[in-house]
């Protein structure tokens, strides 16, 4: 067995588990030691309930002794549940998270990490976390947390990771050469995959991180700068005529563009007229109004004679996009089609007939629009929106669809204009830094459950006015059934508390017909309060709503927070945004407030940059792009920059490299970059 070998040659895995491996983009030996942990544990430090110090995080294993209670006190629903070890017995208690109670089981052990605290008159553990833990638990460690799906549970994967190291460990592929090892202070490959899932000290763990962290900076720039030596000249584009199309069209619209949207049509015109194939990000925050800008651009290309395809994340996205798009350009006889994998095998028939004949000028879509199978008669402009919810691959391929079309990225993700230039190359990026007028500063305040009440007559009080709410229930399990049954749950206890108000739910295992009714009776306005986790489209557009209440905001990013409170404020009326949190640490309420301070997308993801830089050290989330493993491109730049100077020292030969290692640099180089040579 070596590291290219197939994951299934692993004990323990069947059919099923390997599929759902490959969901994870795991297939060999490599690709899962190259799963890499999206945040870490400590369980190293273990206490016993006999000494429990109040007010102290601590972790220990404790017995489930009897079956738990649900205790409603006031506004908040207890799990209360005993717990013991040999010294002694403790209440362990969490909130709003009811389904617990039948989750542990009396008889198990767990591993509990939380906080001894007198509450109601008794001194009793506020849990933080727990974990299940076998018969041959031998004590606790430092412990990887894996992204993963469900029915793959953290501790397979763990397992799973263990043996592949032993069988393979000390026999990884080395991709840096000696000399960039030694002049960068690296670690070695088999030293740092093996540090970075099951690290010893705090020091090790750096070491292998930093390593592997420049591994993929470096390879990344290397590759780049190598192509980017090949291909002198990324070639003319095609060209549009009559570029009074554009301002035509802008009359159609029932507003006028701010001056952000007009510099940035500008911007893309004055390179198509210049000849240049367009490859262009467009940065704007949550209403900034990227759709206006997408729309004149594509029907500048339309008024051309050619096609414009447009892909969204989601399906709800792409109807909203599809309904949007159809209406503008309807009245100007243009005729747009959808394809979505909801479509009915006849629907797609006749879409996919009318996109290879050309009689579809515009296509809104899902990923449906760069499957095989549809042809396009003269896709001249490709466009992607929300951008970081697609792999390079995807977006490349759909630029595949045609004969080297205009490309068009759009996102509300701020990204750091340096950043963004090395990561994606000679994109050009435009910002959208104006909001249309008369959007009103939503109104943010960060609270905790106490607030229960006064929130939900708050929101009885908006709907009687006619408006409307989203409220966003959080993500609490890895697993979905969990997660689901949540949302469930919550959804019932609202619809209980506010009794005139009609109250509905979407959630990652619906339909996709099942959510899309939902969601368009919610923008036709026959229902009231939407709630959802945050796996719901953060590109739905019902001005109607004033209100977005976040349940346990902590958990959120800030980006994503701020996305989420883009959804509201959209129309003429005053709109709030609600965030609830009962974390007591400091570093979440300096997060929140962040949000309560600033509506500026960058200076909040500057902030959070900054917050938890100087936080956890563990566990920081990685929220780069996708395509990094390890990498944070906004913590890591110093690595960065530095990954940046060896690649452009390696490609200027000033390494003592051997041949070999050149070599085999180079077929990474091209492996990385496969299918995706387009963008850069
Ligand atoms: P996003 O950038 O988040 O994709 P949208 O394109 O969905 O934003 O635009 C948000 C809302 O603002 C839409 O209802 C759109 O019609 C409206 N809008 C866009 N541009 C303008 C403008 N220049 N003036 C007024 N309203 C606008
Ligand atoms: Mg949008």
Known sequence: MDWKSPVAML????????????????????????????????????????????????????????????IRLGRFLLTR???????????????????????????????????????????????????????????????????????????????????????????????????????????????AIEEIHFPKTEESFHDARRRLVFEEFFVLQGALLTLKSQLTDIGTGIQFKNPDAMTAF???????????QKRVLGEMQAEILDGKRMN?????????????????IAYWAIQNGYQVAMMAPTEVLANQHMQSFSESFSKLGIETVLLTGAL???????????????????????????????????????????????????????????????????????????????????????ILDELPPGRQKIDTMAVDSRYH????????????????????????????????????????????????????CVHGKQ??????????LFAEGELDILVSTTVIEVGINVPNSTIMLIENAERFGLAQLHQLRGRVGRGGEKSYCILVSDSKSKLSKERLKTLVDSDDGFVISETDLKLRGTGEFFGTRQHGLPELKIANMYTDMPILLEAQKAAISWLADEFACTEDENEKLCQHFGELLQGKTLYI
């Open 11 to 70: 004990k323990g895995i069947g059919e099923q588990r390997e599929k759902k491996l490959n969901r994870l983009g795991i297939f060999t030996i490599e690709d899962l030691l190259t799963h890499f942990p999206r945040e870490y544990k400590d369980r190293s430090q273990m206490t016993h309930i006999g000494d429990l110090e109040l007010n102290e995080e601590s972790t220990f294993l404790a017995q489930v002794k009897f079956q738990g209670d649900n």
């Open 81 to 191: 549940i005993m717990v013991g070890d040999e010294t002694g017995v403790v209440g362990a208690l969490w909130y709003n998270q009811p389904y617990l109670k039948n989750t542990l089981i009396v008889g198990n052990w767990y591993l509990i990490t939380g906080k001894l605290q007198k509450k109601y008159g008794k001194n009793e553990v506020v849990v933080s976390d727990f974990e299940k833990v076998g018969d041959n638990f031998a004590g606790g460690r430092i412990l990887p947390i894996y992204p993963s799906v469900e029915g793959l549970s953290q501790k397979m994967l763990r397992n799973l990771m263990e043996e592949a190291l032993e069988q393979v460990g000390s026999n990884l592929q080395e991709y840096l050469p000696v000399d960039i090892r030694k002049k960068c202070h690296l670690a070695e490959r088999n030293f």
């Open 250 to 260: 802008q009359k159609t619209l029932p507003f006028d563009l701010t001056g952000a």
């Open 280 to 296: 262009r990000l467009v940065q704007g925050d949550v209403g900034s109004g990227k759709t206006a800008v997408a729309m004149t």
């Open 344 to 430: 009915k095998a006849k629907e797609k028939r006749e879409a996919l007939a009318k996109v290879a004949n050309g009689e579809a000028k515009m296509i809104v879509g899902t990923h449906a629009v760069m499957q095989k199978g549809v042809e396009y008669h003269n896709l001249a402009l490709a466009i992607t929106d929300e951008q970081h919810r697609f792999g390079v691959r995807q977006r490349g391929a759909l630029t595949e669809k045609g004969d080297e079309p205009h490309t068009l990225i759009m996102t509300a993700t701020p990204i750091p204009r340096t950043l963004a230039l090395i990561l994606y190359g000679d994109l050009d990026i435009s």
């Open 453 to 504: 009440e006064r929130i939900y007559t708050f929101l009885e009080r908006e709907v009687a006015k006619g408006r409307q709410g989203y409220v966003i229930c959080p993500m609490i399990a890895e697993n979905e059934k969990i997660e689901v049954q949540n949302v469930l749950d919550y959804t019932e206890e609202l619809r209980a508390r506010l009794k005139n108000c009609r109250v509905a």
């Open 511 to 520: 339909k996709p017909k099942e959510k899309q009714e939902t969601m368009e």
